[in-house]
């Protein structure tokens, strides 16, 4: 090993594109993306995921707003990913069985491996094709709207958006944590201390977030003790009550 | 579009492997993998997530009895995928700060994103270099010994093992579920009938698992109205005493 492969170039300089040429994919770029979700990998292949294509406009305007990030739902294309135990319930109903273990964390979780693990395929199929795409961890800001938004039944959750399109920006590499802090041998390495981060703070720093050029962002561990972390009263912290409704992770 | 690229050749014809050749991973292959999984999209870039590379004999074979599946901790490299909360509560209490959302079920759930996707870009890395893996989401067959058997402190929780390898066998690639079924336009499609579903299960009982080549598999509608999703006193079902233990997912 190893000359670099076209899988390694692209998994190694990943960028998350949030700015997108006005341009939908074509009929065969939706179809290999949608593939790619229905071949990976499933747990116990109970296939407990389903993916939502949100096209219509005003669908779109809710998203944003939920979302708020203005390129919600802007150029490029939308998808929701959702963990879906609703399906093999219907199967189980109709064959006249229970819900056997349906609404227990366990299968709820399955079910969430399945669904983040399409995510990842999808933009690394995306990104094969000359597309660019960001996660949208965002749509969690207003899960109840969410679900109501997209008809969700008893048992789905909705658990990452997707947006693919024709990148119109090329943002540089954001600097990551070093290895010898997120990876460990045997047992699970507990004695961070602060001063471990101070090199890693320094690099972040001299990263230029293109979003807005003239601003440098705050180092890791800033953002760390920041309001991405500290106590807000906001719909997001509301999440377990949505999941709960929806019937899922009941014990 | 499209001449298939090697991305997408290797997104369409994923198959599990789950039985390896006697060598272990190069130093220059396991670097190649944990660098992929740095590079991997993070939540708010918060970097929640860890990876642990079990080379201990004795854990291997603790983690083999609590799998259950006689190829873990055999031939090939294992690794569990663990959301991390845990380095930026250090990190705030080194700051003077306090937890702040940090036992909220939206923020596991980023780092669970976290995770997910991490784990699947390294399979998809081991594989663009020759290497097969099995995900081993049967670490969740009892938490609580995994928790303790890589020492993993409050705020972290083993999400998914992965072990990686060389191949020794060629599977055929496993029939899914029509993508008819599993992706929507704008709204979940929720009316599911059985017949829906007949064809399907005529392909997938045509289907040699290589594991087994003299037994044909049952039917995806057999699986699902089956022991996999059955009521049973399991380890399985303590997995929320475990996540509430690590202190996390609390409200």
């Not at 795409?133 to 899960?143: E, T």
């Not at 990876?183 to 807005?212: C, G, H, K, M, P």
């Amino acid at each position: 090993m190893t000359g670099t492969n076209q899988v390694e170039s692209l998994l190694l300089n990943r960028r998350t594109i949030r700015a997108f040429k006005d341009q939908p994919l074509s009929d065969a770029q939706l179809h290999l993306l949608l593939e790619v979700a229905r071949q990976t990998a499933t747990s116990s292949f109970l296939q407990q995921s389903s993916i939502i294509h949100i096209t219509d406009q005003e669908k779109r305007a809710v998203i944003r707003q939920i979302c708020r990030q203005d390129y919600v739902g802007g150029n490029g294309d939308l998808f929701i990913f959702v963990a879906d135990l609703y399906r093999n319930q219907q199967l189980r109903q109709q064959m006249g069985n229970d819900d056997g273990r349906l609404h227990n964390t366990d299968v709820f979780f399955q079910a969430y491996d399945d669904t983040v693990l399409a995510a990842q395929n999808v933009a690394n199929a995306a990104e094969s094709i000359g597309l660019g795409s960001v996660f949208l961890g965002s749509i969690a800001n207003d899960s109840a709207k969410m679900v109501q938004t997209l008809k969700l039944p008893q048992l789905t959750f909705p658990i990452l958006g997707l947006q693919i399109g024709i990148p119109d920006q090329q943002p540089e590499l954001k600097p990551r944590l070093p290895l010898k802090l997120r990876s460990f041998e045997n047992e699970y390495q507990a004695d961070y201390q602060l001063q471990q981060f101070a090199d890693y703070d320094a690099i972040v720093q001299t990263y230029y977030d293109l979003r807005d050029t003239n601003r440098r962002i705050d180092s890791f561990t800033d953002q760390v003790n920041s309001n991405k972390l500290n106590h807000k009263q906001t719909k997001r912290d509301e999440l377990l009550v949505t999941l709960h409704q929806q019937g899922l992770c009941l014990y």
